[in-house]
């Protein structure tokens, strides 16, 4: 048991649970607080510890219990010898070693055994790290409206960059979803030789194509005929009841016409349907988007806020048809773009000009060929994702499109940088490889044969406690978000996360890279410090990899 434990991966969330649980402890029946047992304050777990990331606070603690947390358990804060001794005993269960603590100004501040921690993730392999911690159950089906029909499909020249958006967000859900187990299917199905099709996989989009006639009229169909014998479908008497004098008639000649009409207020209400626009009335059905046939399933419906009040009548309409599905939907705020107006195919080729343009700066004639057409592609890519990612979805994006803006090859600027600092590892250990072949350097050992206290560099522990160690977490934490029961209509989920997760890292790694030289002399008594590191930045490289593959993405392995 006790090995099940040590073998356990080292979590984030497992740490601070244990800290709060050793911490709270019988605090209840300390003496002398000045208050009864009945009157006391207990404080949330989640906190009563936090974890520290910045490189400042790192230098001298890596978890912390506020002052004001303690003085809520003990008196004047103290902590019992008993309590402080049941903190630094800790081990095993996922939870990070413990090497000291000490009650400060602060509060009770405590550090990591680093080393131990180096090499629980190092010499057991990264594998765990790299995934989500546990494996979900369950369909998904990411329904896009901007892609729908309106009666044609949009081209690249109709889209919008509020559209773009939406449909980027959906490709980046989808990804994260069957990372962590689900059954994933997006909707609508486009025709497969649509331009809106070739376009986005110039963004290494993927979006589900078929022939052009067999796109979604069958389900179509099926959904007309179940509202037309939906108990919220509203009949010509029935409306002539609500009308007076020519209303009445005039109801009647509508669904002699052949018009449908369902009172989505009614469904709403009577299904108990929360967070739905209480504006919404009487609908006349003119064309439907089909829903998925899937009975068990949650559909996120990814829309634009222009687009929502027409979402929700469609989502309602579902549900009148019979649709017992939970349904969600992610609204995602405008793009603005100061003093220009772009389709998103013109959006995309500014994009791509400029990224051609920087780079022939950078690397002059080099720039040239099918190798270069295929870096500047993923490239652009992302730079397009990260510029429409990285903020919270219900916020707006204001874009800079002038000609001579946008793009930089320098600087912590987004996609570029972070695509740059992933090609530097590849560069890092393709020079290593060819020192391997002159027989500079032997071959990298198992990680059981090192000493990894030879990572001193605080740059070198701010890698894995603020990344390695936490990503497999921030993995779960999409899937989780569609549990939250009692939200209403609205799913509110950090996508931005991975974005701006992969945009501090390379920030750090950057830091780190320029700062130490990984590489050293070929002389024995360096290798050990040598291959500690070299160990560590392949688990980054790793790390690089799968966050990429969450954005449909692939690495750029040399510039």
């Known amino acids: 048991m006790e090995n099940t434990e040590e ?41 009563l510890w936090f974890k520290e990331s910045s490189a400042k606070n790192l230098r001298n603690r890596d978890f912390l219990s506020p002052s004001t947390m303690l003085n809520t358990l003990y008196a004047d804060g103290q902590v019992p010898l008993a309590v402080m001794s049941r903190v630094l005993s800790l081990r095993g269960g996922g939870v990070l ?61 109709t889209l919008s960059l509020g559209q773009l958006r939406t449909v980027l967000l959906a490709d980046h859900m989808g990804a994260l979803l069957r990372r962590q187990g689900f059954e994933v299917y997006f909707c609508p199905t486009l025709p497969e030789d649509s331009d809106v099709a070739t376009f986005f996989q110039a963004l290494s989009i993927d979006w589900p194509t078929a022939p052009a006639n067999c796109a979604n009229d069958e389900r179509e169909e099926k959904i007309q005929k179940a509202l037309e014998n939906s108990p919220y479908r509203e ?15 005039k109801a009647a000649e509508e669904e002699n016409e052949g018009g449908l009409r369902i009172n989505l207020k009614r469904v709403f209400q009577e299904e108990g349907l929360l967070g739905y626009d209480p504006t919404l009335g009487t609908c006349k059905v003119s064309m439907l988007y089909p829903s998925s046939n899937e009975t068990m399933v949650t559909v996120l419906h990814v829309t634009s806020c222009q687009d929502e009040f027409r979402q929700q009548q469609i989502a309602v309409l579902w549900r009148a048809s019979g649709a017992t599905h939970s349904q969600r939907h992610l609204v995602c705020g405008p793009v603005k773009t100061a003093g220009s107006h772009l389709t998103a195919a013109q959006y995309l080729q500014l994009r791509k000009g400029q990224m051609k343009e920087a780079s022939e700066m950078k690397y002059g004639d080099k720039v040239e060929g099918q190798t270069w057409d295929d870096i500047i592609k993923v490239m652009t890519s992302a730079t397009v994702r990260f510029e429409l990612l990285s903020t ?42 060819r020192g391997v072949e002159k027989g500079l350097y032997p071959e990298i050992p198992d990680g059981s044969q090192l000493d990894f206290s030879a990572l001193k560099e605080e740059g070198e522990w701010l890698l894995l406690f603020n990344y390695l160690i936490p990503f497999s977490e921030l993995l779960d934490q999409s899937g989780q978000s569609l549990d939250c029961e009692g939200g209403g209509a609205r799913a509110n989920i ?11 890292l390379s920030k750090d790694f950057s830091s780190y890279y320029n700062r130490v030289h990984v590489l050293g002399e070929p002389l024995p008594h360096l290798f050990n410090q040598m291959f500690c590191r ?23 392995r040399q510039l």
């Not at 501040?109 to 989500?132: H, I, N, Q, W």
């Not at 009949?235 to 009445?248: F, N, Q």
């Not at 950090?494 to 501090?504: D, G, R």
């Open 494 to 504: 950090k996508t931005e996360q991975i974005c701006k997760f992969l945009v501090s």
């Open 534 to 556: 070299l160990h560590l930045l392949r688990a980054l490289r790793e790390l690089y990899h799968r966050a990429l593959e969450t954005l449909n993405l692939p690495p750029i």
């Open 392 to 433: 919270v979805h219900t916020s707006p994006v204001t874009l800079d499109v002038q000609r001579e803006g946008g793009v930089s090859t320098k600087g912590p600027r987004g996609g570029v940088f972070v695509m740059y600092n992933c090609a530097r590892l590849h560069t890092l250990f393709d020079s290593y490889e």
């Open 7 to 47: 073998l356990s991966p080292l979590r984030i969330t497992s740490t601070v649970r244990a800290l709060s649980s050793a911490l709270r402890g019988k605090s209840e029946h300390v003496h002398g607080s000045g208050r009864g047992e009945s009157d006391r304050m207990f404080p949330e777990p989640e906190k």
């Open 97 to 157: 070693p413990v090497a000291g603590g000490e009650v400060m100004g602060e509060g009770l501040r405590l550090r990591v055994d680093r080393v131990a921690a180096f090499r629980a993730v190092l010499v057991g392999g990264t594998t765990e790290y790299l995934k989500p911690s546990s494996q979900r159950e369950g369909c998904v089906v990411l329904n896009c409206p901007a892609l729908h029909p309106k009666p044609n499909t949009p081209s690249p020249d």
């Open 235 to 249: 009949r010509g008497t029935e409306r002539g009841r609500r009308t007076s004098g020519g209303g009445g008639r």
